[in-house]
């Protein structure tokens, strides 16, 4: 909005296996076997790295994916297909950006999140300090019924009269 509330996190991205990735391609896609893979190690490794000194000579914090992820012997192991990250290498990158965002942002850390009460949009109910939950945590949805869940959370938003 231009006010200086927005809060910047950059968080590089986690490293790629270019031929695990180009295999998945060829038996997915077709992809021409002999053909060079549409993503690389090496080209991904300097873009975490330019991400890594542009927050420096910005000041801005950074959540570093990609040194992570390598940090695991079996890093490879932490994606379905090369790319894309599998349960594994998903926690590890939710951990980064959860430790990033407590230490740059402490005023956004998840305090209890909680469905609140109809009508209560008051910042204690709020689940995040400051910060207005959209939709209801995912622990709260009636998994017979998810749509019962969303109308009261509807509800729950509404001004009272």
Known sequence: MGDGSAKVLIITPPPVDHEAWHAHCVRSY????????NRHFDVTAEYAKAAVSVGKATSTPVADVHSAIMAHRDWKAMFDDGLHPNP???AVIFEQ???AIAEHFPELV?????MPA?????????GVS???MDFPDHKAIDAVDPGSTFAEWKMC???PE
């Open 30 to 37: 077709g992809s021409d076997p002999d053909a060079d893979p």
């Open 157 to 159: 938003l509404k001004a």
């Open 110 to 114: 998840p305090q209890n999140p909680q």
């Open 118 to 126: 109809a009508g209560d949009v008051s910042l204690t109910n709020r």
């Open 88 to 90: 594994r290498g998903n």
């Open 130 to 132: 400051g910060l207005m």
């Open 97 to 99: 950006v959860k430790k």
